[in-house]
């Protein structure tokens, strides 16, 4: 993926926002989404190399003991750290 810049009208970013919110992703993911359903584009899928690479990361922390949570409780927590305007 590339970083890229995007100027919205107000309105228009406060209503991504609140779909963001309400469907417990992050801005990104929904801007992502809406622009993927309207191009041919597809979306990027991650090399071998990365995701071995992500594996071993995973194999790495899961042995640092750290406290866990469920993947809803993580999303819930994320999303409403991201944006606290909502």
Do not use: C, G, W
Request: proline share 7%; glycine share 0%; no cysteine.
């Amino acid at each position: 993926m590339q970083r890229t810049q995007v100027y919205f009208p107000k309105e228009v970013l406060d209503e991504l926002r609140r779909e963001a919110y309400e469907n417990r992703k992050t801005l990104a993911a929904i801007i992502r989404e809406k622009v993927a359903k309207t191009t041919k584009a597809k979306p990027a899928k991650p090399s071998k190399s990365t995701i071995a690479k992500r594996l071993k990361l995973l194999d790495e922390i899961s042995k640092l003991n750290l406290p866990t949570t469920s993947p809803q409780r993580m999303k819930k927590i994320f999303s409403e750290a991201h944006d606290p305007r909502l």
